[in-house]
C-alpha cells in the first residue's frame, strides 16, 4: 500500500519548455511526501499518548499489555476487511470500508500537484496500515504523549530512507509513458442497455485492445474495462486503481498492448484485468463468461459508485 501511494505523488512535474524535470527536482516531491509524513505520525503519537495517559489517570503506568494485545487484535480484523474488501468477494463488507470525505478529498486534488505529496501524507497517517497501527498502539499504551510522539517519530524516520529512495528513482519512463499516451489510437467506448438487472458485453467482439464499458449509476458514471488477454480469455475490472483511488487520475489507458495508470504511472498487461489480487490493479469485480458473453449485475456495479464519484476518465 505504502509504496503505491508513495510511487503515485512522488511523480515529478515537468515544468521546462521540453516537458522534461530537471534532475534537481526529481527528488522534490519525495521530500515533500516524506516530510508531510514524519510530521504526520509525530503529532498523532504524540495525541495517543495524551489519549493513553488520560485514560490510565496520569498515573505514568500505560495501557496494560492484555488492552493493548486486544486493540492489535481489532486493527488485524479492520485488516482483514479491507484486504477482502480489494479483492471484491463479499459486498456486504464494503459497508465497513473507511473512506476520507468526499469534500475534503475533492479539496487535496485542488492543491498544486507540486505541493500536493505534503497535504496527502499529513492525512495518510490516518490510514490503515499494520505496522503504523501497531506502533500507534505502542504510542497510546505509553501512556505519555512526549513518548508517544518519540516513538512514532522514531518509526516515521527509520522508513524515510528506503521511501525517500523509492520516490526519487529515475522517473523517465514514466515520463516517456505519460508523453506517448497522448498519441491516443483508436479506442471503442461502449454503454450497453441493461437487461435482466445485467449489462453483456459480446466476448467475441474483444481483442486484446481494451474496451472501455460505460455505465451510469445514478449519474455517477462507472466505467469497466474489458479484454481479450494473453491466453485468448475474455477479461472483465474496473477502470480504476485498487491504490490510487479515489484520484480523479486512478484510470487505465492503453499504451503499446499494456495498461498505464494515469495516476501513478504503473504499467500491467491485460492479463491483469480481472485478476483478484490485491496492489496496484485495475479493481476487480465480480462477473461471469457464459454463453460467449461477459455479464455483470447492475446492482453490484452500483456498490461502487463512491470510488467513481471524483473519477475523471474519458466517457464517450
Known amino acids: 500500500m505504502c509504496g503505491g501511494i508513495n510511487l503515485s505523488q512522488c511523480i515529478p512535474v515537468a515544468d521546462d519548455d521540453n516537458g522534461k524535470t530537471p534532475k534537481n527536482k526529481i527528488i522534490f516531491p519525495s521530500l515533500l511526501y516524506n516530510t508531510g509524513r514524519v510530521i504526520s505520525y509525530s503529532v498523532i503519537g504524540f495525541l495517543l499518548g495524551g489519549m493513553g495517559m488520560l485514560l490510565t489517570g496520569g498515573g505514568g503506568m500505560g495501557i496494560p499489555l492484555l488492552l493493548q494485545g486486544i486493540l492489535k487484535i481489532i486493527a488485524g480484523l479492520f485488516m482483514v476487511i479491507m484486504g477482502i474488501n480489494m479483492l471484491g468477494w ?8 473507511i473512506r476520507f470525505p468526499q469534500r475534503l478529498t475533492d479539496k487535496i486534488n485542488k492543491k498544486r500537484r507540486e505541493n500536493r505529496p505534503f497535504f496527502v501524507r ?5 490510514m490503515p496500515c499494520g505496522p503504523m497501527q501497531s506502533m500507534q498502539i505502542i504510542a497510546l499504551g505509553s ?22 529512495g523509492f520516490g526519487s528513482l529515475d522517473t523517465s519512463e514514466a515520463e516517456n509513458t505519460e508523453s506517448d499516451a497522448e498519441k491516443e489510437e483508436t479506442v ?55 491504490v490510487c483511488n479515489p484520484s480523479p487520475r486512478a484510470y487505465f489507458k492503453e499504451q503499446n498492448g499494456r495498461l498505464v495508470c494515469q495516476n501513478c504511472g504503473n504499467v500491467f498487461t491485460t492479463d491483469s484485468v480481472g485478476e483478484t489480487t490485491g496492489g496496484c490493479n485495475p479493481m476487480y469485480i465480480d462477473y461471469k463468461n457464459t454463453d460467449g458473453k461477459l455479464t455483470v449485475s447492475v ?3 452500483d456498490t461502487y459508485a463512491d470510488q467513481f464519484a471524483s473519477w475523471d476518465g474519458p466517457v464517450k
Request: proline letters at 5%.
Open 122 to 126: 499529513l492525512l495518510n497517517g490516518l
Open 188 to 242: 471503442v467506448y461502449e454503454t450497453p442497455a441493461v437487461e435482466n438487472g445485467e449489462i453483456s458485453i459480446n466476448a467475441d467482439t474483444l481483442t486484446s485492445n481494451p474496451m472501455y464499458i460505460n455505465y451510469d449509476s445514478n449519474g455517477t458514471n462507472i466505467q469497466l474495462i474489458a479484454v481479450k488477454g494473453s491466453d485468448g480469455t475474455p477479461r472483465l475490472s474496473l477502470n480504476t486503481c485498487q
Open 299 to 301: 446492482a453490484d456495479l
Open 90 to 97: 463479499i459486498t456486504l463488507l464494503r459497508k465497513f470500508q
Open 143 to 164: 501512556g505519555n504523549p512526549v513518548s508517544g510522539a518519540a516513538a512514532m517519530l522514531m518509526f516515521s524516520l527509520g522508513t524515510v530512507p528506503l521511501m525517500l
